[in-house]
């Protein structure tokens, strides 16, 4: 199998062309013709993913985040992305993104999140995120836990100008999902979910009446990982998770 077999494997489960215009999901460095030998999965395309991914035998690299989004009008090798790529073609190493395809997939980012709520009757909330119905009706201290625990994130920020004693109805987005917070009130949720929330955003959310749960961007998108390793392997290509986080957990003092 080649690169390009792998987009196209790629393809079958999560459609580049579904992908936002905006977005920049492919092959970003590397040649369509190169065999798959092993691949690395990761969140972000950075330096040290593809360090690891050499010490892992991989010379594939699948991340989430493209690591080319804008026009790039020089390559500088000491700093990101430049110290990437440069990385990548010393080290022989392909970078393929699947980015709002993925968000968007059957079994994708915002399905997987859906799913390991165990949220059920879900409906899309855009062309990103669902809103459904917890399994069972949670306090809101028990149910940040349980957030917590099923996306393993290690934060969850709750902001409410009138905070809901139960939670049963859950409406989310992974990564930046700002903009569908009154699509989540629209369907009535007791909690939206996501990242990125700026804080205008938050207080218009908040005097609408739509309490806002947020967390870390990365964390909360790195829950759909094991997914897309299982979906690629399926192809019987050889998978690894690596173990490489872009931003760093913030320390709390």
Known sequence: MNIRDLINCIDNFAPFSSAEEWDNSGLMVGNYKAEVKRVGICLDAVSDAVVEADNQGCNVLLCHHP???????????????????????????????AHTNWDKADDGVNSTLAKLLGLENCKPLDDFGFCGNMAEELSLKDFSEYVKKSWNISRLDIYSDNFP?????????????????????????????????????????????????LMDHGEMERASLNELAEKISSFGIETVLLNINALKIPLRL
């Open 165 to 213: 004693e139960k939670i049963s109805r859950v409406a989310l987005c992974g990564g930046s999902g700002a903009e569908f917070w009154r699509a989540a009130k629209n369907f009535n949720a007791d909690i939206y979910l996501t990242a990125d929330m700026k804080y205008h955003e938050l207080i218009d959310a908040n005097k609408s009446g739509m309490t806002i749960g």
């Open 67 to 97: 690591l080319i989004f804008r026009a790039i009008k020089r390559i500088d090798i000491n700093n990101e992305p430049g110290k990437t790529i440069s990385e990548a073609i010393k080290r022989d190493i392909n970078i393929i993104s």
